[in-house]
Nanobody, 111 residues
Framework: QVQLVESGGGLVQPGGSLRLSCAAS???????MGWYRQAPGKQRELVAT???????YYPDSVKGRFTISRDNAKNTMYLQMNSLKLEDTAVYFC??????WGQGTQVSVSS
């Protein structure tokens, strides 16, 4: 089983930026990868996905603010988050299809 390790979370003010990384212990080349998040008391929700070729998908809640990317040669995926809002506060999880999850990294947006 490929291990996924997220990093890059932290505390940021509204309007700020963070870049999350997801390092995989094995190849991600052929798999759909994605980011999900879970806020306290809420269900886990999709943030972004990238197909094996890199084609992105974003829900409306983050479209235009977040950018997903992947470096298959480095077995690493990224999430650039700009114009962060209070409601972006959550634990962010890396996902590799089908069904492989990282442990999560906390993102807190607060003034």
């Amino acid at each position: 089983q490929v291990q996924l390790v997220e990093s890059g979370g932290g505390l940021v003010q509204p309007g700020g930026s963070l870049r999350l990384s997801c390092a995989a212990s094995g190849s991600i080349r052929f798999w759909i990868m994605g980011w999900y998040r879970q806020a306290p008391g809420k269900q886990r929700e999709l943030v972004a996905t990238a197909s094996a070729s890199g084609a992105p998908y974003y829900p409306d809640s983050v479209k235009g603010r977040f950018t997903i990317s992947r470096d298959n040669a480095k077995n690493t995926m990224y999430l650039q988050m700009n114009s962060l809002k209070l409601e972006d506060t959550a634990v962010y999880f890396c996902y590799q299809s089908p069904g492989n999850w990282g442990q999560g990294t906390q993102v807190s947006v607060s003034s």
